[in-house]
């Protein structure tokens, strides 16, 4: 079992920044892929960002060149840091591991961008 501990939601205006935190109970060296994924009031839960071992990173259109994942295998942790947020990426935010065959899930985090 891994757990999966999100922090660094919070309210912003538009065009600010945040940064948002995944700690996992577990090496996350051992997780073939670390994701972020979000979900919208009415949405379905939606792909962010996501990170491979090997450090390759891929992003949804919508946040290319504003959301950078990045890891810290030392500290266990995922990162992704959201620049220029618009209202539109109001969400709660979840965080994805998978570790041997399994998929786990964090309990997310709130981010709200006000106009």
């Known amino acids: 079992q891994v757990q999966l501990v999100e922090s660094g939601g919070g309210l912003v205006q538009a065009g600010g920044s945040l940064r948002l935190s995944c700690v996992a109970s577990r090496s996350i060296a051992s997780s073939n892929a670390m994701s972020w994924y979000r979900q919208a009031p009415g949405k379905q839960r939606e792909s962010v960002a996501g990170i491979t071992s090997g450090g390759r990173t891929s992003y949804a259109d919508s946040v290319k060149g504003r959301f950078t994942i990045s890891r810290d295998n030392a500290k266990n942790t995922v990162y992704l840091q959201m620049n220029s947020l618009k209202p539109e990426d109001t969400a709660v935010y979840y965080c994805?591991?998978?570790?041997?065959?399994?998929?786990?899930w964090g309990q997310g985090t709130q981010v709200t961008v006000s106009s």
């Open positions: 994805r591991g998978y570790f041997s065959g399994y998929t786990y």
